[in-house]
């Protein structure tokens, strides 16, 4: 019997606005792996990741999650008045996590030279690097990541393949819903359909 701390979904089904998007889901991730989720527009992929965290109710099925959870989703979650700085100094002392981890976070998305300006002055690709920077600042071990590739260069892809690849090589677990290759490792692969 495997006694390594594990992500497990046991029959995990959603419905949402009336209709069945999946039912039978099973899944077991461990420290350093990985989950890519593809499927069409609409199949479920963004909603699994909500209930993974806990901000969606499944209507069959059970999660046990022992990890600590990083999200990045599709919204922004910054306040856009605020230095970038302060912004994710703020989330990662609400995450029991140090000023080096924000600067760590910052310099993985080169964020550095901007981590003076308010977030409202960002470039749409600059937030999103910013929201994948507050999921990396949060010292959370499970990293859930929804379409994280939209609306990044081919340089900000690289940095975020790095930045997971380094997140799974410490024993982090990265589970993304995604359209196409972001860089990640031999991941598990889910399809919804």
Known sequence: M???PALIVEGLACARGGRLLFEGLDLRVEAGGAVQ?????????SSLLRMLAGL?????GRIDNPFRIGWAGHELALKPNMRLRDE????????????????????????????ELPVGVLSSGQKHRAVLARAHASGAELWLLDEPGVGLDAASLDRLATAMRAHRANGGLVIAATHGDIGLDAPQKLMLA
């Open 2 to 4: 495997n006694t390594a």
């Open 37 to 45: 989720i593809e499927g069409r527009n609409g199949a479920g992929k």
């Open 56 to 60: 969606l109710r499944p209507v069959a």
């Open 88 to 115: 994710l100094t703020h989330w990662a002392r609400l995450d029991g996590q140090s000023a080096a981890a924000v600067d760590a976070a910052l310099a993985a998305f080169d964020l550095l030279p901007l981590a």
